[in-house]
């Protein structure tokens, strides 16, 4: 299995360096502390009637177990609490206990809106992947739910703001009428900034500004290309260490095993190498687009 530290030095600092803000996963020993307490929508949702959007300020009314052993309670979905008043269910891995970078309650200008939903998603993916690292990038070998659902969260969430960019850069392909209607894009008719509603159900008209911004979804794309390749690289430092191709060879004479693994060696040094350079090269392209986006 691939030592954490060689994953954290393949992987960009700059991925590594995390700003005050972003999306933070609430790990389940965190929940009964939080109750009464202010947490933040982490995606745009129903939350079982009652809407929330991303980054909104909530309170966490109550969060009843979902099971317990003699080591751990985990959670599911806990009931919150809107500003206006409003109660509503929602699972535990949508929650942010910080503050997101940006609030669709109060979304602010649509260029702003962008770079606040990159920063979001590149301080995110920074912490993920940082605690990928720590578990060798092989979540399934854990044996603690909470490093799972903490995994779980941060990528759900991710793949949401990723979404989201995605969305008001090239456009929902949906209708202004639609947007106008549905609850889930309610933040776009109440923003006050009408080129949300433009950008969101049309994308970017203008071929400059649109140029720009497109570096920053392509940034987030890069970001997840890190993680695609860090789990590659844990998975061939796996099959050097349990050998594989050595399954069922009992008989084979020593010097075929010997060559068999010299070959098998080979290839996986080789290929970690590839992996290991694209790896920096899909950072180092991220770091770059989102200087460009800004």
Do not use: C
Request: charge should be positive; glycine fraction near 4%.
């Amino acid at each position: 299995m691939i030592k954490a530290t060689s994953l954290a030095t393949f992987a960009a600092l700059a991925l590594t360096s995390v700003q005050a803000g972003a999306f933070e996963a609430i790990g389940f020993k965190d929940v009964p502390a939080l109750v009464g307490k202010q947490v933040f929508a982490g995606t745009t949702q129903d939350a079982r009637g009652t809407w929330i959007y991303a980054g909104e300020p909530l309170t966490l009314v109550s969060a009843e177990a979902y099971q317990k052993s003699a080591n751990v309670t985990t959670y599911n979905f806990v009931r919150i609490k809107t500003k206006e008043g409003k109660e509503g269910e929602v699972q535990i891995q949508y929650l942010s206990k910080a503050p997101l970078r940006f609030n669709l309650r109060t979304p602010g200008k649509a260029k702003a809106l962008v770079l606040a939903i990159l920063n979001d998603a590149f301080d995110l993916h920074a912490k993920l992947h940082a605690f990928r690292s720590r578990l060798r990038y092989d979540i399934a070998s854990s044996t603690q739910p909470d490093e799972y659902h903490q995994v779980e969260s941060m990528k759900s969430v991710f793949e949401k703001e990723r979404s989201l960019l995605y969305s008001l850069v090239y456009g929902a392909s949906t209708s202004e009428e639609d947007i106008l209607r549905k609850e889930g894009t309610r933040w776009i008719a109440d923003a006050a900034d009408t080129t949300l509603l433009d950008w969101y159900a049309h994308g970017i008209r203008d071929k400059a500004v649109r140029k720009k911004f497109e570096s920053a979804h392509k940034a987030v794309g890069y970001l997840d290309n890190v993680s695609r390749l860090s789990v590659d690289l844990a998975n061939l430092e796996n099959e050097k260490t349990k050998k594989p191709w050595r399954e069922r060879m009992t008989g084979v004479p020593a010097d075929k095993l010997a060559k068999l693994d010299a070959d098998n060696m080979a290839r996986i040094t080789s290929e970690t190498s590839r992996k290991k350079s694209a790896i920096k090269d899909a950072a180092a392209a991220a770091t770059k687009l989102k200087a460009q986006a800004q």
